[in-house]
């Protein structure tokens, strides 16, 4: 059995090792961010430095939730090689110690990334990107046409014989905050009224307040700056339903979301597959550390085989592809979201095993 003092030195490696990976990719991405933000929004009237700036590290935290997976991969490898190149787990091997034991505090700090993942940078990460969008809305007043009519967000309202349309550049607090929004407002007989564009919608209870508005009709063009009051029977929460996107949402925050999605008779998939992905997370890092060790753990004198490391990252490549298109599917209801969610990771963790059996065991 593996001793404490060894187990904590293999564990805190590996935590040290991941965290060197974590600092590196973010400083990559908020470099690669900014710099391309700030080639767009530079001309602009309204461009700031440090809102630029400002924006680009709020979004990072969001970016960084995708690269967990492989961050997780490579830190083990990199654990694992380091070991190797050291000669500290054939010296671990001669003690009596099976890969097993060794691989356990490895596998453990795997399972706590992802919990740190889940509590702390999924949050911050929901927070940041819901400041970030009205930081960048900010910066990109009156700039036409930034999104196409497939990006922009649509909502359709029928209050006392109106029908109205809706649709908005920028979605902010959850979908209760229109930026840049139009209304499209058909009669009874369902023929065209008038269109308002208006720099901000505001939804209260039992109405849409509109502020900044220039409408359309009849061919005439009416700037009117005051407020305006729509009415409508939609409610806050079913806004946030239809406009939110489930990567915004925190996690703690994903069950209430899925039971009140269906409760308004909403589909409720999305939510649900975003909820279990993130559950099993901490499981699929796990299951990154046991591809990593089948590549990593064999001894050579010259060093590791460069084609078995390669094979391993192109394993965990195609392990985090085959998880982004079963999540499809989930998301769209063909499949399950908890079947979606689960099955590549029990897949992947039955061949990191089946595989060190093999290896270790006969």
Do not use: C
Request: charged share 15%; no cysteine.
């Amino acid at each position: 059995m593996i001793g404490f003092t060894l187990g904590r030195y293999f564990f805190l490696r590996y935590v040290t090792i991941t965290a060197w990976f974590f600092l590196g990719v973010f400083a990559l991405v908020f470099i690669v961010d900014f710099t391309e933000f700030q080639n767009v929004v530079a001309g602009l009237s309204t461009y700031s430095f440090t809102g630029a700036l400002t924006v680009s590290a709020l979004r990072v935290p969001m970016v960084m939730q995708q690269t967990v997976p492989f961050i997780g991969l490579f830190s083990a490898m990199a654990t694992l090689v380091s070991l190797n190149r050291k000669y500290e787990l054939v010296i671990a091997r001669s003690a009596g110690i099976s890969a097993w034991q060794f691989l356990t505090p490895i596998a453990l700090g795997a399972f706590v990334f992802g919990l740190f993942t889940i509590v702390v940078l999924n949050p911050i990460a929901a927070a940041g990107f819901e400041r970030s969008q009205g930081l960048e809305t900010n910066l990109r007043a009156g700039e036409p046409n930034r999104n196409t009519a497939f990006e922009t967000p649509w909502l359709r309202q029928s209050f006392d014989g109106v029908d109205t349309i809706i649709s908005a550049q920028a979605v902010l607090n959850n979908g209760l905050e229109l930026r840049e929004a139009t209304f499209f407002r058909f009669d009874s007989d369902g023929d065209f009224s008038d269109r308002l564009d208006v720099q901000q919608a505001f939804l209260r209870d039992g109405y849409w307040e509109l502020q900044g508005i220039e409408s359309f009709a009849n061919g005439a063009r009416i700037i009117n700056e005051e407020t305006v009051h729509i009415p409508t029977g939609l409610t806050p929460d079913l806004v946030q339903e239809r406009v939110t996107l489930p990567e915004t949402i925190p996690f703690f925050e994903l069950p209430g979301r899925i039971n009140t999605a269906r409760a308004f008779g909403l589909s409720a998939n999305a939510f649900a597959m975003q909820f279990q992905s993130l559950l099993a997370l901490p499981i699929l890092l796990v299951a990154m550390t046991l591809i990593a060790a089948t590549v990593s753990m064999r001894f050579t004198r010259m060093g590791q085989n460069e084609v078995m490391i390669l094979g391993g990252i192109l394993a965990g490549f195609l392990l985090y592809v085959v998880s982004v298109l079963v999540r499809a599917f989930g998301s769209a209801g063909i499949v399950p979201p908890v079947i979606a969610a689960w099955v590549p990771v029990v897949v992947a963790m039955f061949f990191g095993v089946t595989f060190l059996l093999h290896r270790e065991d006969g």
